[in-house]
């Protein structure tokens, strides 16, 4: 079984179509969705589905504090977390869940960014050699099109919500890379599709994503990776 864990506040607009994208699943599967405090329509609109178990942030954690706090009470082998404005393509999805039975720590997908304001689509090209890139400070897909195992969730601690409000996911998935034996698994299909809306929590706060991957010791990407990556973007 996957969990798939929405963190959510005040996100009314979106928040149901990415329930009925989630739904849509036929294989076994979890929503857990924890809800920051919302004061709009989000908790009448998630109660209208009986299947979602929803939790409500016992403390000012951020985002990430909300994701551990879902998995904490989650049942799937693998886990990922898909924000409330964002939707899942199932069949796709499921494609990449049958793979889990090969006891891989991560795998990842290509996915989809879709620009709200001007109504486009931009494939989001996930890079092979995942692990490679991830150690030299380049996460390799969109952040929804990753799913991880609750072993290595358990090995590496979870979330470091005490240290980051930005970039918590590059450090989680740093540290998996670093485990010499983890194992990571790219396939090129389409899982996801990725809100852009221009007012999201990193594209508001770019200078304190910077500074929390300076104040944490994270690698940046020198020239020669940067290069890599923009290749890989095409192989």
Not at 43 to 72: D, F, V
Not at 190 to 209: A, C, E, P
Request: glycine share 6%; with cysteine; proline share 4%.
């Amino acid at each position: 079984m996957i969990t798939i864990i929405t963190p959510n506040l005040n996100n009314d607009q979106y928040i149901e179509d990415n329930i009925i994208s989630i739904s849509k699943l036929t294989i076994p599967f979890e929503h857990i969705i924890v809800d920051g405090g919302s004061t709009d329509n989000s908790i009448e609109i998630i109660n209208r589905y009986p299947h979602i178990k929803l939790l409500h942030q016992k403390e000012k954690t951020g985002m990430y504090g909300a994701i551990n706090q879902g998995i904490k009470i989650s049942k799937g082998q693998y886990i990922t977390w898909v924000n409330s404005d964002d939707r899942i393509i199932p069949p796709e999805l499921e494609k990449m869940c049958n793979q889990t039975q090969n006891n891989y720590d991560v795998i990842y997908s290509d996915g989809n960014y879709f620009f709200i304001h001007n109504n486009k689509i931009e494939f989001g090209k996930g890079r092979r050699f995942g692990k490679f890139f991830l150690k030299r400070g380049c996460m390799p897909a969109i952040q929804p099109s990753m799913i991880f195992s609750r072993k290595i969730y358990d090995t590496v601690g979870g979330f470091r919500h005490d240290r980051f409000k930005i970039c918590a996911d590059l450090d989680f998935f740093f540290r998996i890379a670093k485990i010499k034996q983890s194992k990571f698994k790219y396939m090129p299909i389409q899982t996801v599709i990725f809100m852009k809306r221009g007012d999201s929590l990193g594209d508001l706060n770019n200078s304190l994503y910077k500074k929390e991957i300076q104040d944490n010791n994270l690698p940046t990407p020198n020239i020669l990776t940067r290069i890599l990556y923009r290749v890989f973007k095409y192989i």
